[in-house]
């Protein structure tokens, strides 16, 4: 709303509002296949339609990733401080980058959303078509191949912006501890607002750590079928999409202006 009254925004707020959007995204894409699957089950025998839906799942969460992974960067080059070259160099460009950044992941998040056209969610896309499987064995096999092909491709998709991701959050909270360490040894009060600030940054980076690190963890189990014990749909999602949804009510919870 504010994007759109102003018709600007910094480029942190640029970066939270795609960040928003593209999380919003994933949650109606799937509320809408999950709706498809309950009361429209005979759509989903459509291997275009199925193939196409998981492209669209896939490139949403992709998406969401990536655009994760430009705020920690961003947030790591406009706090550190380190004197290397490559940090200089980032640090005076990094705001006229971020919105090609997100272009760019747009871009790798199609390429790399599109090999699951060929691997869908349901097994009648990869069963011969001359033969029905003949016993138990069989079709445990055949889920078995589906899903550790899909959870490779899976994984050259996720784990690329997650391992920067990783490397931006630990370079950021090593900063900010030795940071808050220095300002407590000149003798700074412990309710200091530069103190407290920092603080405040460190707990928050330390939890986007911890939910980013749970949500990839639940969606490769979802996606090497892990999770496929648990009978109840509706329970995989909610332990796959919380980690999303507790850091953005977190987000919106630790800033006055949304409070407000």
Same mark, same amino acid.
């Given at each position: 709303?504010k994007w !759109?009254?102003? $018709? #600007?925004l910094?480029t942190?707020d $640029?970066?939270?509002? +795609?960040?928003?959007?593209s999380?919003?995204? %994933?949650y109606f894409?799937?509320?809408?296949q ?11 025998? %459509?291997?275009i339609l199925?193939?196409?839906?998981n492209?669209l799942?896939?490139f949403?969460?992709?998406?969401s =990733?990536w655009?994760a992974? @430009?705020?920690?960067?961003f947030?790591c080059v406009r706090?550190v401080?380190? %004197?290397?070259?490559l940090?200089?160099f980032? $640090?005076?460009r ?6 090609w950044l997100?272009?760019? +992941?747009?871009?790798i998040?199609?390429i790399?959303?599109?090999? =699951?056209?060929w ?10 078509? %001359?033969g029905? @499987? ?6 445990r096999?055949?889920m078995?191949?589906i899903?550790f ?10 784990y690329?912006? *997650?391992i920067?991701?990783?490397?931006a959050n630990?370079?950021l909270i090593h900063?900010l ?10 003798? #700074?009060h412990n309710?200091s607002p530069?103190?407290?600030?920092? =603080?405040?940054?460190? $707990?928050?980076?330390?939890? =986007?750590?911890?939910?980013q690190?749970? *949500?990839l963890?639940?969606? #490769?189990l979802?996606?090497?079928g892990?999770l496929?014990?648990? !009978? ?5 999602l909610i @332990?796959?999409? #919380?980690?999303?949804?507790?850091h ?6 630790s ?6």
């Open positions: 709303m !759109k009254r102003l $018709k #600007s910094e942190c $640029k970066i939270l509002s +795609s960040l928003a959007i999380r919003g995204l %994933n894409s799937i509320i809408i999950n709706s498809i699957f309950q009361f429209l089950p005979w759509l989903m025998q %459509n291997n199925l193939s196409t839906v492209i799942n896939l949403i969460y992709y998406s =990733f655009i992974t @430009i705020l920690c960067v947030y706090i401080t380190y %004197n290397y070259k940090f200089v980032l $640090k005076t990094i705001s006229t980058m971020a919105p997100i272009q760019v +992941s747009l871009l998040s199609l790399s959303s599109l090999p =699951f056209g691997y869908g969610y349901d097994s009648k896309v990869r069963v011969p078509s %001359n029905s @499987i003949e016993n138990v064995t069989d079709y096999e055949a078995a191949e899903y092909e899909r959870f490779w491709i899976f994984a050259v998709g996720s690329p912006p *997650f920067i991701f990783c490397v630990f370079l900063f501890l030795m940071h808050t360490r220095r300002m407590r040894s000149n003798g #700074s309710r530069n103190l407290q600030s920092h =603080f405040s940054a460190l $707990k928050s980076m330390s939890l =986007f750590l911890l939910l690190i749970m *949500f963890i639940c969606a #490769s979802s996606m090497s892990k496929l014990f648990l !009978k109840v749909p509706y329970l995989i @332990i796959l999409y #919380s980690p999303p949804l507790f953005s009510l977190y987000m919106v919870a800033s006055s202006e949304l409070r407000k």
